[in-house]
Nanobody, 123 residues
């Protein structure tokens, strides 16, 4: 069992930046971020595999958000720049313990979830 704890959410004006952090209690194969706005389904934001460390992003955030990992600390970060009001959501950290060949863009690809952190972008 891996426990995930997010931090770093808050209120920011459009065009601003926030950095989310997620601490895992153990080693993971992949860690990612999803978000859920009121009345909408949880959607993929970004993911990073342990080996490559290369990020894979949803089209809506590509070029604005950057995912990074510190494997020594079992941490994953999401740097969010040029934020827009439509980025407002609860952001969830997710982790998978074992290898998969999928693109890790579906909620079913992950075994563990954090409690979420609110990000609000004002216009």
């Amino acid at each position: 069992q891996v426990h995930l704890v997010e931090s770093g959410g808050g209120l920011v004006q459009a065009g601003g930046s926030l950095r989310l952090s997620c601490a895992a209690s153990g080693r993971t194969y992949a860690m990612g971020w999803f978000r859920q706005a009121p009345g909408k389904e949880r959607e993929f934001v970004a993911t990073s595999r342990w080996r490559s460390g290369r990020g894979y992003y949803a089209d809506s955030v590509n070029g604005r958000f950057t995912i990074s990992r510190d494997n020594a600390k079992n941490m994953v970060y999401l740097q969010m720049n040029s934020l827009k009001p439509e980025d407002t959501a609860v952001y969830y950290c997710a982790a998978r313990g074992t290898y998969t060949g999928t693109n890790l863009a579906e909620t079913r690809d992950y075994d563990y979830w954090g409690q979420g952190t609110q990000v609000t972008v004002s216009s």
